[in-house]
């Protein structure tokens, strides 16, 4: 038997001040989107918002449905929309808050195990890292890429 370790570096910051002013505005974008977020179920608004090369910034929100299935979370559909709009063009960044019935989020939350490998697609697509921003009230998580988040994943090589 041969034991392997996997590690995940995450550095936290205090606040979006401690950000330069593209990743601040990013993370605006994001707590912006999960206030418009279609949740009447859940009750759990979430938002993102993500920085493509070209500067854009593309937002997204979850969209539920009383079929759960059928809905979507905010992360895919920032994605999805800005794969669509410029399918060309990498993603760097992307922002995720959401907000409670009890208001904005104390504590950052990570993205379901689908968003990150939709990401993690994203990032072999364009070939390239993307950053990874999970905001909230009491401190910012970033991670340099999905793969700190999903680091033993599934892809298209495995489809050979």
């Not at 104390?106 to 994203?122: A, D, N, T, Y």
Request: one cysteine or more.
């Amino acid at each position: 038997m041969e034991k392997r370790e996997i590690k995940s570096i995450l550095i936290d910051y205090k606040s979006p001040a401690e950000l330069d002013d593209k990743l601040q505005k990013l993370v605006e974008e994001a707590k912006k989107a999960a206030e418009t977020a279609y949740a009447p179920y859940s009750k759990f608004n979430v938002g993102a918002a993500v920085l493509l090369e070209n500067g854009e910034i593309i937002q997204g929100n979850n969209q539920e449905n009383a079929a759960y299935p059928s809905g979507l979370c905010a992360e895919r559909v920032a994605i999805f929309y800005a794969n669509s709009k410029y399918p060309n063009t990498a993603i760097k960044s992307i922002a995720v808050t959401a907000f409670t019935q009890e208001g904005f989020i104390k504590e950052p939350i990570p993205p379901c195990g689908s968003c990150l490998q939709v990401m993690l697609e994203s990032e072999n697509r364009h070939n390239n890292n993307i950053q990874v921003i999970l905001y909230a009230e009491n401190k910012l998580t970033i991670a340099d890429s999905i793969s700190q988040f999903l680091p033993f994943n599934f892809n298209k090589e495995m489809l050979k």
